[in-house]
């Protein structure tokens, strides 16, 4: 209930700032394909005020604002925010597919999460046991079972994660039956939740950028874990991800 209310509002105030992207402040952060917007700051500071009222011993691990340091116990109760993800969909207009993240994770795990599209006016929720919902809706995962027939999103990432993707996932590539692309980790993974997608891989995914859609993902009957097939825990390193029905 507190994700939905708190996603709810965020994507409202998201939606109108879309809307107005022209004359909207953009910087860049540790190159000039990694965008920051004063949509980015203004999404986060809001939701962390709205956790530190609710949960005040909580940690929180977020994108912006120096906030993506390692809690002190990776096992404990902790917000994962990710306030704009795919931010250069969000400036440039594409899709237009980006979320807003927010996951909550105890003992390294995500028990509850939410993606919200603001684009597309849906909210993606999910609670451990408690399946997956799309606006209210169930989802459940696609029965698609060879990778011939399967649709995978590959995710290009920025410039700094090509060479490995490239190494790593042309094999993939070309036995996959249909390839696609979001740029947003958020979309990709939630189009598996519901049956739009079969599997998802990245190279090098942050945690707010999947922990939300994992449990979502997890709910709908999927599997999220490393590229080996082992399984996450939120703060083991920004590895790969593999996400499939
Ligand atoms: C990015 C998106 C993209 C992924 C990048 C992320 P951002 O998040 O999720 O799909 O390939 O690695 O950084 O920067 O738009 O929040
Ligand atoms: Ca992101
Ligand atoms: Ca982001």
Redesign the pocket.
């Known amino acids: 209930e507190f994700i939905k209310s708190v996603l709810d509002d965020m994507a409202i105030f998201v939606r109108s700032k879309y809307a107005m992207r022209d004359g909207m402040r953009v910087s860049t952060k540790r190159e000039a394909n ?1 965008l920051l917007t004063e949509v980015d700051l203004a999404v986060q500071e809001e939701i962390v005020a709205r956790i530190r009222e609710a949960f005040p011993e909580d940690a929180i691990f977020a ?1 912006e604002n120096g906030l993506h340091e390692l809690p002190a116990d990776r096992d404990g109760r902790t917000w994962l925010i ?1 306030p ?5 969909n969000f400036v440039r207009g594409l899709f237009p597919a ?1 979320g807003i993240s927010l996951g909550f994770a105890v003992e390294g795990k995500p028990v509850a999460g939410g993606v919200a599209v603001p684009g597309k006016g849906e909210l993606f929720l999910a609670e451990k046991g408690g399946g997956a919902f799309r606006n209210g809706e169930r989802i459940v995962v696609s029965d698609v079972g060879a990778v011939g027939s399967a649709r995978a999103e590959i ?4 410039p700094w ?1 090509r060479e490995e993707i490239l190494q790593r996932f042309s094999p993939l590539m070309i036995a996959i039956g249909q390839v696609r692309c ?5 979309i ?1 993974l939630c189009s598996i939740a519901t049956a739009d997608m079969d599997a998802y891989v ?1 190279v ?3 945690p707010y ?1 999947y922990a939300a859609a994992m449990i979502i993902v997890e709910e709908a009957g999927g599997l999220v874990t490393r590229l080996d097939g082992s399984p996450i825990h939120v703060f083991d390193g920004g590895r790969g991800v593999l996400a499939s029905n």
């Open positions: 990694d994108e990710d704009i993800d795919g931010t250069q980006f995710d290009f990432s920025g994660d979001h740029c947003a980790a958020v990709g990245h090098a995914l942050n950028d």
